[in-house]
């Protein structure tokens, strides 16, 4: 008498599992990679309480503790310049009508003697500036 086994086993594997795991860890890089901001240089913001805001900014100045400054265009990334370029550079964005604020990010701990040579191009140019700060914190 010939019995038969009822069960077969398979060689087969599940992939449910492995694609629960690649699915939390795409998950998890999106979430990551949007909460980072590689391309924000590290300033330490002056405080304000002013609660203004402009949606027009074309172009950001920023100004590190070490007095480097960079300069971007809309959400591109950073890009080092030296000071005496920052002038040409303003004028070229302002000829191509292109240029109605310009956002100046500077460290609190530089000198005023930074902030004030931007202002003096803005305001030789009719560039209109707003200056960025952090929230006041009480």
Do not use: C, W
């Amino acid at each position: 008498m010939a019995l038969k086994k009822r069960n077969k086993v398979e060689a087969g594997f599940s992939m449910s599992s492995m694609t629960d795991i690649i699915f939390l860890l795409l998950l998890f890089f999106v979430i990551a990679s949007t909460l980072s901001s590689p391309n924000d240089i590290k300033l330490n913001l002056p405080e304000s309480r002013a609660k203004t805001s402009t949606k027009q900014v074309v172009a950001k100045v920023a100004i590190d503790a070490q007095g480097n400054y960079s300069i971007a265009e809309g959400n591109q990334k950073p890009v080092p310049i030296n000071p005496e370029q920052l002038e040409p550079y303003l004028l070229n964005l302002a000829s191509q009508d292109s240029l109605r604020y310009l956002a100046l990010y500077a460290d609190q701990n530089i000198p005023y003697r930074e902030i004030v040579r931007v202002l003096d191009i803005a305001n030789e140019h009719d560039i209109k500036i707003v200056i960025a700060t952090k929230p006041f914190e009480h």
